[in-house]
């Protein structure tokens, strides 16, 4: 039977940046990514992959910001990678002010204005809107994918390969596949982004209490300007991104549709969904909202608190539960897999001291 140091279940943004923290910070690690479909192809295909620099708690600034810094290097290092930097715009109502000041990092630089763009509705004495910097925005499911090619083949990858079974066994843990195949792997870390339920984990994750969401963004179908920006309407929790590379707007808004089944869940935007967003659009942008007729559903899994999970499922700390980033696992992916790894150090030292298993 196949044996590996590390074993990571999911191949999406979370699975493949855990991946690559493992494959850096333990070298000569054995590291087997197992994905059910192809790598991306889960929540990371759909997102619309917005990265701001802000957080609600003092962990998720943190992890904002190192997540920032870290997809900075990565483009500076590869500029031909779907990272797009762009500018940034919030809108909040007035006495939302020292809360949304207080979100945001000190390097997004926020600057009061008086004016918005002439497409908005101007501001009232009810409104407030700051101009900022650190945004950026990328085709995550390309990004995935990008990020697992310059793992090969160091790291491997088992496609259209689902985890059926986990047991605890004295090397660690074995898994079992679709395939029919089974590998014992030292640790073990579930990424499975909104697929909580699967057969092989339900149990152990019940009591983390993560649950599922719906996800949709729209497209509008109206080419940005060249100097648009992100305009983030705080108070709705939603946002207007410009698609430059596609010619057209994404407008993400939260929808309040929960314990989706990701399975179950076609991909189709329903009359309900544009209903609620455009209710929003109405408000805030009402010249886009007429355009707003498409766009992409799936769903995410939240935490109970509404920072990422990344737990130890049991005692030796060999097996990892990393994700439930509450709509934020692009922008939180690369700090979720520094903590996910944080948590696996003492595997990662004893493969280190023992030059790896092979
Ligand atoms: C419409 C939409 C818009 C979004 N916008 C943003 C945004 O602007 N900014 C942001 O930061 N985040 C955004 N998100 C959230 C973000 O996309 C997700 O948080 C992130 O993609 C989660 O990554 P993941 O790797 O945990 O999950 P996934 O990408 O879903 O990867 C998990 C993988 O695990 C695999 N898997 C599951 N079970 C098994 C099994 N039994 N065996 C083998 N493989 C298995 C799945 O096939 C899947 O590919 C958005 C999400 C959606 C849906």
Same mark, same amino acid.
């Given at each position: 039977?196949?044996?590996?140091?590390?074993?990571?279940?999911?191949?999406?943004?979370?699975?493949?940046?855990?991946?690559?923290?493992?494959?850096?910070?333990?070298?000569?690690?054995?590291?087997?990514?197992?994905?059910?479909?192809?790598?991306?192809?889960?929540?990371?295909?759909?997102?619309?992959?917005?990265?701001?620099p802000r957080?609600?708690?003092?962990?998720?600034r943190?992890?904002a910001g190192?997540?920032?810094?870290?997809?900075?290097?990565?483009?500076?290092?590869?500029?031909?990678?779907?990272?797009?930097?762009?500018?940034?715009?919030?809108?909040?109502?007035?006495?939302?002010?020292?809360?949304?000041?207080?979100?945001y990092l000190d390097e997004a630089?926020?600057?009061?204005?008086?004016?918005?763009?002439?497409?908005?509705?101007?501001?009232?004495?009810?409104?407030?809107?700051? %101009? +900022?910097?650190g /945004?950026?925005?990328?085709?995550?499911? &390309?990004?995935?994918?990008?990020? @697992? !090619?310059?793992? *090969?083949?160091?790291?491997?990858?088992?496609?259209?390969?689902?985890?059926?079974?986990?047991?605890?066994?004295?090397?660690?843990?074995?898994?079992?596949?679709?395939?029919?195949?089974?590998?014992?792997?030292?640790?073990?870390?579930?990424?499975?982004?909104?697929?909580?339920?699967?057969?092989?984990?339900?149990?152990?994750?019940?009591?983390?209490?993560?649950?599922?969401?719906?996800?949709?963004?729209?497209?509008?179908?109206?080419?940005?300007?060249?100097?648009?920006?992100?305009?983030?309407?705080?108070?709705?929790?939603?946002?207007?991104?410009?698609?430059?590379?596609?010619?057209?707007?994404?407008?993400?808004?939260?929808?309040?549709?929960?314990?989706?089944?990701?399975?179950?869940? %076609? +991909?189709?935007? /329903?009359?309900?969904?544009?209903?609620? &967003?455009?209710?929003?659009?109405? @408000? !805030?942008?009402? *010249?886009?909202?007429?355009?707003?007729?498409?766009?992409?559903?799936?769903?995410?899994?939240?935490?109970?608190?509404?920072?990422?999970?990344?737990?130890?499922?049991?005692?030796?700390?060999?097996?990892?539960?990393?994700?439930?980033?509450?709509?934020?696992?692009?922008?939180?992916?690369?700090?979720?897999?520094?903590?996910?790894?944080?948590?696996?150090?003492?595997?990662?030292?004893?493969?280190?001291?023992?030059?790896?298993?092979?």
């Amino acid at each position: 039977m196949t044996h590996v140091d590390f074993a990571v279940v999911g191949g999406g943004i979370i699975g493949c940046t855990i991946a690559r923290e493992l494959a850096l910070r333990a070298p000569h690690a054995s590291v087997l990514v197992l994905e059910q479909d192809a790598v991306g192809s889960g929540a990371s295909r759909r997102s619309a992959g917005l990265h701001f620099p802000r957080g609600a708690t003092e962990r998720v600034r943190r992890m904002a910001g190192y997540s920032q810094a870290y997809y900075r290097a990565l483009l500076d290092a590869d500029p031909a990678l779907p990272i797009h930097p762009v500018p940034l715009l919030v809108v909040s109502d007035r006495a939302a002010v020292d809360q949304v000041e207080a979100a945001y990092l000190d390097e997004a630089g926020l600057s009061r204005v008086d004016a918005l763009p002439d497409w908005l509705p101007p501001l009232s004495d009810e409104t407030a809107a700051w %101009t +900022g910097e650190g /945004c950026q925005y990328a085709d995550v499911g &390309a990004l995935t994918r990008a990020l @697992a !090619r310059s793992l *090969r083949p160091r790291t491997s990858f088992r496609e259209g390969v689902f985890v059926a079974s986990l047991d605890r066994v004295a090397s660690g843990y074995e898994l079992g596949f679709s395939t029919g195949e089974r590998v014992t792997a030292g640790s073990v870390v579930l990424a499975p982004g909104p697929w909580l339920a699967a057969p092989a984990w339900r149990e152990r994750l019940a009591p983390l209490g993560a649950r599922v969401k719906k996800v949709v963004a729209l497209h509008i179908e109206v080419p940005p300007a060249a100097e648009d920006g992100v305009v983030v309407f705080h108070d709705e929790d939603a946002f207007l991104l410009p698609l430059h590379e596609q010619r057209r707007w994404l407008f993400s808004y939260t929808s309040q549709v929960w314990d989706v089944d990701p399975d179950r869940l %076609t +991909g189709s935007v /329903c009359a309900a969904d544009l209903a609620d &967003a455009r209710e929003v659009l109405f @408000a !805030r942008a009402p *010249r886009l909202a007429g355009s707003a007729r498409s766009g992409r559903v799936f769903c995410d899994a939240y935490s109970a608190n509404r920072e990422p999970l990344v737990r130890a499922l049991d005692e030796e700390g060999r097996l990892v539960f990393a994700g439930a980033a509450n709509g934020s696992g692009y922008r939180l992916a690369p700090a979720i897999a520094a903590e996910a790894a944080h948590l696996l150090r003492r595997a990662v030292e004893n493969v280190s001291d023992q030059g790896g298993q092979q």
